[in-house]
Structures are given as structure tokens and as C-alpha cells.
């Protein structure tokens, strides 16, 4: 059975770290493209952060420098390391993969609907607040 699952959502306060875990089973993320993308409607979301299937990383202006995108093949699995959390970060995370090794521009300049043909985990839900 292929699927994503998403872990290491919490309630932080501004300023916090995160770090976001993506787990792969039923199929390998060696060589694939994987995006973190945060829910914005029921069925948008909205990129934030991509890493390419040979680790290209890219990222959304408004989490460049506090977001890092990394990967580790030996636990098929991607992480998202999240610093200096901000209120408008809260969200639920997804991530996902568009079964290929290029990031697609959506995945962290703009947004994704989610009756495509990515493969998506069930979410992470990340909270800041004072």
C-alpha cells in the first residue's frame, strides 16, 4: 500500500522549531521530487518548500531562511526543519510527491489541488501562538 505519513506537528510559540517528518511506505522517495505544502482551502494547498529527487531545494519567499527542506534515503523519509515560527505559519501540513524528480513550481511558489494526481500523507497540524 503506498502511502505518506506526516508527523512532528505541535503548538509553538513565536520564535519556536519545529522539525517535520514524512514517511514513505509501498514505494521509494529516492528519486523523487517531495513538497511541503500547507492547506489553504479544502482543496488548495499552498507549497512551501521542495526538495528535487537529486536535492535541489527550493523554497517560498516568506520561509527562505527559516525553512529547511532534507531528505535521508536510508529511512525513506523528508523532513522540514521550521525556525523562527511565525502565527501566520499555523496551518496543516501536508507533504507530497508528484511521482517525479523535478519540483514543480506549485509545490513551492504556488498552490496545488488536491483532486490531482500527487500522493498525499493526512497532515500534521503546526500551531503558533503566544
Known amino acids: 500500500q503506498v502511502q505518506l505519513v506526516e508527523s512532528g506537528g505541535a503548538s509553538v510559540q513565536p520564535g519556536g522549531s519545529l522539525r517535520l517528518s514524512c514517511v514513505a511506505s509501498?514505494?521509494?522517495?529516492?528519486?523523487?521530487?517531495v513538497g511541503w505544502l500547507r492547506q489553504s482551502t479544502e482543496t488548495v494547498r499552498e507549497g512551501r518548500a521542495c526538495i528535487s529527487g537529486d536535492n535541489r531545494r527550493s523554497y517560498k519567499d516568506s520561509v527562505s531562511g527559516r525553512f529547511i527542506i532534507s531528505r535521508d534515503k536510508s529511512k525513506n523519509a523528508v523532513y522540514l526543519q521550521m525556525n523562527d515560527l511565525k502565527p501566520e505559519d499555523t496551518g496543516v501540513y501536508y507533504c507530497?510527491?508528484?511521482?517525479?524528480?523535478?519540483?514543480?513550481?506549485?509545490?513551492?511558489?504556488?498552490?496545488?489541488?488536491?483532486?490531482?494526481?500527487?500522493?498525499w500523507g493526512k497532515g500534521t497540524l503546526v500551531t503558533v501562538s503566544s
Open positions: 509501498g514505494f521509494s522517495l529516492d528519486n523523487y521530487s
Open positions: 507530497a510527491t508528484p511521482r517525479g524528480p523535478d519540483c514543480p513550481y506549485s509545490y513551492y511558489g504556488g498552490i496545488v489541488y488536491t483532486h490531482g494526481t500527487d500522493s
